[in-house]
């Protein structure tokens, strides 16, 4: 009987420890990703003159995406400098204009964080903006997709909203290296 009860007894702290375990790591991914995405809107949130000025993060972006913002960038400066160098220096170069990390061109003025779904080794952040320097205030929802690489989260694109003209961060980023190329 006293065998009996024990062998119940470790069977059940058994699974309460799994369930526990579980919800542990589960909230380990969600802050985590929370802090990935902060940190994308701490740095880049508000201007795009990290863009230019500081060197992509291994921390934050994805290899791919990562890849895909350097060639934007390097196509952006080296306008920048066909300009300056041509017999017309006064042209308008192709540089980033507006917010690339979010939907509206304006930006933000404040964010949260609204949801977050892990499913395996991907994961989606839907993140609300809000704009409040225009009348009405505008609102809107970027979903940021985030993959699991050698177990930290990295951001690998940004779903926009329909008040954005390009469907996601990738795709505009590989259309603004193509328009340097007209």
């Not at 890849?67 to 300056?84: P, Q, R, Y």
């Not at 042209?91 to 917010?99: M, S």
């Not at 409040?132 to 930290?152: F, T």
Request: charged residues 25%; neutral net charge.
């Amino acid at each position: 009987m006293k065998k009996q009860l024990f062998l119940y007894i470790s069977i059940l702290i058994f699974f309460i420890s799994c369930t526990k375990n579980t919800t542990s790591s589960a909230t380990s991914d969600n802050t985590a990703i929370g802090m990935q995405v902060d940190e994308l809107y701490k740095k880049y949130g508000k201007s795009n003159e990290a863009i230019y000025n500081e060197p992509i993060s291994n921390n934050l972006f994805s290899k791919d995406l990562k890849s895909i913002l350097e060639g934007a960038i390097n196509a952006s400066k080296t306008d920048i400098e066909k300009v300056k160098n041509s017999d017309h220096p006064d042209e308008k170069p192709l540089i980033f204009e507006g917010a690339i990390f979010s939907s509206l061109y304006e930006g933000y003025t404040n964010y949260k964080i609204e949801s977050i779904t892990v499913k395996g080794k991907t994961a989606e952040a839907l993140v609300q903006f809000e704009y409040d320097m225009a009348s009405p205030k505008v609102i809107w929802k970027d979903k940021i997709e985030l993959i699991n690489m050698y177990k930290e989260w990295k951001i690998d694109n940004i779903i926009f909203d329909s008040i954005k003209s390009s469907r996601d961060l990738k795709t505009e980023m590989k259309s603004f290296v193509q328009s340097t190329h007209q």
